[in-house]
């Protein structure tokens, strides 16, 4: 990917191990873990892009790219669900994650140029599918309850395509949320990236995934790019150029 310009930021391809140290330490500040260390397996197999401005890392991202729907095997959400219901698809699929911005340093021109390098990733890359786990802050279910009430009544996916259960602590939470109150206090009460996610005809798993390391609760999400709303996907690639 050539680098993307807007103003005084540009986002671009990390390059090294100066960059990486860089993100390893942007990442360790935005996703703090109760044992181990940031860098996992995934981190070899990924494109990492960084938006910087005025010398300072202020957005990350990384990219996993999959020839075919049996490749996900590989990626960081199979870890926690079975996509044996994704193995057939015949298109490239890119895997998202890590998606985190500089404390105090959220601007909508950053964010506008993360998507934008997104987009031109995923559309040199072909794929068909964008999938990652969006997260909650704190693991515990009951403090998302507007959030996943929500996802249980609007946003859920095919049952075809839907994963399955595969980590140690799930919560059904369709069957615990009740209904919807309030829906705009419902959806801001979604992570940010989720909302982005679904507003470009996202859906949800079935259940949610309890990461205790991370003290996040997370949901897998898959965004179809042939059903991305128009609008929204020409603004995309306005900025991806």
Known sequence: MEPLRKGGLVARLAAGRSDMGRVMALRAACFPRTGGVEEDAQDALSAHVLVEGDGGLLAYFRVMLF???????????????????????ARPIAEIGRFCVAPGGVHPDVLRLAWGAMTRLVDEGQAGLLVGCSSFRGAGWEAHRAGLSLLAAEFLGPADHRPGRKASEVVEYPALVGPVEDRRAALAGLPPLLRTYLGMGGWVSDHAVVDRELDTLHVFTCVEVDRVPAARA???????G
Not at 234 to 240: D, I, K, Q
């Open 67 to 89: 020839g075919w729907g049996a490749g996900l095997a590989q990626g960081y959400a199979a870890r926690f669900y079975d996509l044996g219901p994704l193995s057939g698809y």
């Open 234 to 240: 020409a603004s995309l690639r306005a900025v991806a």
